[in-house]
C-alpha cells in the first residue's frame, strides 16, 4: 500500500490532480490509515501513469474513463483516431509557424531598407 505522499512522490502529479482523478473514480483508493490520509493499492502508480499517457495524446478524463474498460480492439480504434486528430493539429501549427516565419522575415526586410527575397 501507498501513501498519498508516496504516490503524489512517484508519479509527480499534484494533489489537486489526484484528488480530480479520484473524484472522477479514475483512482480509487483502498482505505485510509490510522491517521486518516488516503491508501492506495501499488497499482495506483501504474493507473496514474497510463491516465497521464492518455491525457498526453488528448483524451479527455471522461474519455479515459471510457477508454479504461474497452475491449483491445475498440481501444487501438480510439488511439488510432487521437493519432489522426493530433496530425490534424500537426498540420495547422506547421501552417501556422510557417506564416509566422514569412511574417518575420517580410518585417525583418523592410526594418533594413528593402526586401531579401
Known amino acids: 500500500m501507498k501513501t498519498t505522499r508516496e504516490i503524489l512522490a512517484c508519479t509527480k502529479i ?18 485510509k490509515n490510522e491517521q486518516g490520509g488516503w491508501l492506495f493499492e501499488d497499482s495506483t502508480v501504474k493507473t496514474v501513469e497510463d491516465i497521464l499517457y492518455f491525457q498526453s495524446i488528448g483524451f479527455t478524463l471522461n474519455e479515459i474513463r471510457s477508454v479504461r474498460t474497452m475491449e483491445k480492439e475498440a ?11 493530433l496530425k490534424e493539429k500537426k498540420t495547422v501549427l ?3 509557424i510557417s506564416m509566422a516565419e514569412q511574417e518575420l522575415h517580410r518585417m525583418r526586410g523592410e ?5 531579401k527575397t
Do not use: D, F, V, W
Open 111 to 115: 526594418e533594413h531598407g528593402g526586401s
Open 14 to 31: 499534484t494533489r489537486k490532480a489526484l484528488r480530480i482523478y479520484m473524484e472522477k473514480q479514475l483512482i480509487l483508493p483502498a482505505g
Open 75 to 85: 481501444l487501438c480504434t480510439a488511439i488510432e483516431n487521437k493519432i489522426i486528430e
Open 94 to 96: 506547421n501552417q501556422t
